[in-house]
């Protein structure tokens, strides 16, 4: 083979590689079309982990943000040591590898490539989605023979490269653990797009629109509103048009959050005492609020996993609610690693959105990014880890690849 064929075909398997890896990161991250038991993820993670520091050490080169990696160690350390939390060991050992993980990936990778491969994986799930979503009428009656994938208040069929959602089929959650879930991997796919000159930029973003609008997530349509309040924003023209446009889509942000938060649900249980109510959206509130309530008892290094769910039911039950669920990665962040954490996985989120002069470009991708992970909880995902670690050594963006 000549020098030119093997360097080509020396690239193209540093680059399956590399895909690999990513798909990886999204499989742990809630992809649950597959089922892989706990004992085979911690040793497939090790194997990675084993080969990612040999080539650390073996290289002398200074590691960007090794100094969180410290404090993150130092903290989980603290936190499973002071809660005696020692029966969750496994949700310790993912996360500190996860982070390594992510440590690896903003280190040797390229500028922006991670999310760029990232973003390529998400736009064929997405496509592959709309297409199962289209035939939901279809697959409604083909049910028999594929596997049934149970979750907390509903069901799934599994078929395998789609779940449908057996008491929601007008809700598409690709193969993630629910519609909302599905809306937060499309986001981080749909800021990267809105942030960098990809080709193919606005195919993009109608497939990423169209697929956020069939999961029928209030976070789908908040996220869309920023993503669109950005897209204007980014163009060089600030015209009246414009302007009037950004202001149009900030109240129709506000109204939306205000909807999620309840705000209208309290105002029509004032008046109209008695009515329905979002079941789901009332579990989170109620699970944000048993959050902070453990935060108040356990602020530095929170209460650990065990104790989490032992006092949630309890609190759940004075606060009325018998079923809850830890539905805010930021608030559920707190109450397991308590506030020093928390601060550090906020450093990593607001240092991942400094990729812009326009201070308020950069204030409106915070509030997309935090919002991202208010309705879902990602503490336990690595998909997390490595957002917060790109912002950690600013490695989140510039590299420029050709798109699918």
Same mark, same amino acid.
Request: include cysteine; hydrophobic fraction near 50%.
């Given at each position: 083979?000549?020098?030119?064929?093997?360097?080509?075909?020396?690239?193209?398997?540093?680059?399956?590689?590399?895909?690999?890896?990513?798909?990886?990161?999204?499989?742990?991250?809630?992809?649950?079309?597959?089922?892989?038991?706990?004992?085979?993820?911690?040793?497939?993670?090790?194997?990675?982990?084993?080969?990612?520091?040999?080539? $650390?050490?073996? *290289?002398?080169?200074?590691?960007?943000? $090794?100094?969180?990696?410290?404090?993150?160690?130092?903290?989980?350390?603290?936190?499973?040591?002071?809660?005696?939390?020692?029966?969750?060991?496994?949700? +310790?050992?993912?996360?500190?590898?996860?982070?390594?993980?992510?440590?690896?990936?903003?280190?040797?990778?390229?500028?922006?490539?991670?999310?760029?491969?990232?973003?390529?994986?998400?736009?064929?799930?997405?496509? /592959?989605?709309?297409?199962?979503?289209?035939?939901?009428?279809?697959?409604?009656?083909? *049910?028999?023979?594929?596997?049934?994938?149970?979750?907390?208040?509903?069901?799934?069929?599994?078929?395998?490269? +789609?779940?449908?959602?057996?008491?929601?089929?007008?809700?598409?959650?690709?193969?993630?653990?629910?519609?909302?879930?599905?809306?937060?991997?499309?986001? &981080?796919?749909?800021?990267?797009?809105?942030?960098?000159?990809?080709?193919?930029?606005? !195919?993009?973003?109608?497939?990423?629109?169209?697929?956020?609008?069939? %999961?029928?997530?209030?976070?789908?349509?908040?996220?869309?509103?920023?993503?669109?309040?950005?897209?204007?924003?980014?163009?060089?023209?600030?015209?009246?048009?414009?302007?009037?446009?950004?202001?149009?889509?900030?109240?129709?942000?506000?109204?939306?959050?205000?909807?999620?938060?309840?705000?209208?649900?309290?105002?029509?249980?004032?008046?109209?005492?008695?009515?329905?109510?979002?079941?789901?959206?009332?579990?989170?509130?109620?699970?944000?609020?048993?959050?902070?309530? /453990?935060? *108040?008892?356990?602020?530095?290094?929170?209460?650990?996993?065990?104790?989490?769910?032992?006092?949630?039911?309890?609190?759940?039950?004075?606060?009325?609610?018998?079923? %809850?669920?830890?539905?805010?990665?930021?608030?559920?962040?707190?109450?397991?690693?308590?506030?020093?954490?928390?601060?550090?996985?906020?450093?990593?989120?607001?240092?991942?959105?400094?990729?812009?002069?326009?201070?308020?470009?950069?204030?409106?991708? &915070? &509030?997309?990014?935090?919002?991202?992970?208010?309705? *879902?909880?990602?503490?336990?995902?690595?998909?997390? +880890?490595?957002? &917060?670690?790109?912002?950690?050594?600013?490695?989140?963006?510039? !590299?420029?690849?050709?798109?699918?």
């Amino acid at each position: 083979m000549k020098e030119g064929g093997k360097k080509l075909l020396k690239i193209n398997l540093v680059e399956i590689k590399k895909y690999l890896l990513a798909i990886w990161i999204i499989l742990l991250s809630g992809v649950w079309t597959i089922n892989l038991p706990s004992l085979l993820i911690v040793g497939i993670n090790f194997i990675l982990l084993f080969f990612f520091l040999i080539k $650390m050490i073996s *290289q002398y080169k200074i590691i960007k943000g $090794m100094n969180y990696l410290i404090i993150i160690i130092l903290l989980l350390l603290s936190a499973f040591i002071t809660n005696s939390d020692y029966s969750a060991w496994m949700s +310790y050992t993912f996360i500190l590898s996860y982070c390594v993980i992510a440590l690896y990936i903003s280190n040797y990778w390229k500028k922006g490539e991670f999310l760029n491969k990232y973003s390529n994986i998400i736009l064929i799930i997405c496509f /592959i989605s709309i297409v199962m979503y289209s035939f939901r009428g279809v697959l409604v009656n083909h *049910q028999s023979g594929f596997p049934i994938v149970q979750g907390k208040s509903i069901s799934y069929t599994n078929f395998y490269i +789609y779940l449908y959602c057996r008491e929601l089929p007008d809700r598409n959650c690709a193969i993630f653990w629910e519609p909302g879930a599905f809306a937060v991997f499309i986001g &981080i796919a749909l800021y990267n797009t809105l942030i960098t000159d990809k080709k193919n930029k606005y !195919y993009r973003l109608i497939v990423y629109f169209i697929a956020m609008l069939t %999961t029928y997530s209030t976070l789908a349509y908040i996220l869309m509103l920023f993503a669109l309040l950005m897209f204007v924003m980014k163009k060089k023209k600030n015209n009246m048009v414009s302007r009037t446009a950004i202001s149009i889509i900030i109240v129709l942000i506000i109204l939306l959050i205000m909807n999620e938060l309840g705000v209208y649900q309290n105002i029509q249980d004032k008046l109209f005492e008695g009515l329905n109510t979002n079941t789901s959206s009332k579990a989170r509130n109620i699970g944000q609020m048993i959050d902070m309530k /453990i935060i *108040q008892t356990s602020p530095v290094f929170g209460v650990g996993f065990s104790r989490y769910s032992e006092l949630v039911p309890y609190i759940g039950m004075l606060l009325g609610e018998k079923w %809850t669920v830890a539905a805010n990665t930021f608030t559920y962040t707190g109450a397991i690693f308590g506030l020093i954490y928390l601060l550090i996985i906020l450093r990593g989120i607001i240092k991942f959105c400094k990729n812009d002069k326009n201070a308020f470009f950069i204030l409106v991708s &915070i &509030i997309y990014m935090v919002w991202l992970f208010t309705t *879902q909880n990602f503490v336990e995902k690595p998909i997390l +880890y490595c957002l &917060i670690f790109l912002g950690f050594t600013n490695t989140a963006f510039e !590299y420029k690849e050709g798109g699918i």
